[in-house]
């Protein structure tokens, strides 16, 4: 049996309680500056919130900067999660969403899930429906009379481009004076 309870994942729209106490428990590292870092995070969680529809799935957060952030299922290429000795302490973790953006770090987190890995495997069967959706049925290389063609171009453009290359050896040879060199 699934050690996991099954979640409707279209009514998670908020986090786990837990990631309150999870971002007061980090302000305190913050020494002196423990009220404005508490202050912050209390603002963060109260004003977090996710979205998961047919499209893709949001979040947003901030009261005096707003933050929103939406993606769709096709754009996702990767999914990770993460939890660090608090946060599995206390029963949470993140689910960090990747795209094709080149930067290096998760276009999104979602954060203060208890349900993290049900999130993951949801995410994982929306992205890859929405691929199988929208991907174009590959065409095999040697297929049809068309593909035919467009190999015999390749292969006259290549051999063009051989014997502008050997014309081009023949000439640089004949400036330098070489073995090659013909008047």
Do not use: C
Not at 28 to 37: D, K, R, T, V
Not at 74 to 84: C, F, K, M, Y
Not at 86 to 99: A, H, I, K, P
Not at 114 to 123: A, N, S
Request: charged content about 25%; cysteine-free.
């Amino acid at each position: 049996m699934d050690d996991h309870p099954t979640i409707d994942i279209d009514r998670l729209d908020r986090p786990h309680p837990n990631l309150l106490k999870y971002y007061l428990l980090a302000s305190i590292l913050a020494g002196p500056f423990f009220p404005l870092a508490a202050l912050t995070s209390f603002l963060r969680y109260r004003t977090l919130r996710y979205r998961f529809d047919d499209e893709g799935v949001s979040m947003r957060w901030g009261v005096l900067f707003r933050k929103d952030i939406s993606l769709t299922y096709a754009r996702l290429q990767d999914i990770h999660l993460e939890s660090n000795v608090v946060e599995r302490w206390l029963g949470l973790g993140r689910v960090q969403l990747q795209t094709a953006s080149g930067s290096a770090k998760a276009e999104m987190v979602i954060e203060g899930l208890e349900e993290y890995e049900q999130v993951r495997d949801y995410l994982y069967s929306r992205m890859r429906g929405a691929r199988g959706q929208r991907a174009p049925a590959p065409r095999s290389p040697g297929s049809g009379v068309h593909a035919r063609e467009e190999l015999a171009e390749v292969a006259s453009a290549l051999r063009a481009t051989a014997d502008e290359l050997a014309a081009l050896r023949k000439t640089l040879a004949g400036r330098r004076g070489g073995p090659d060199s013909h008047p």
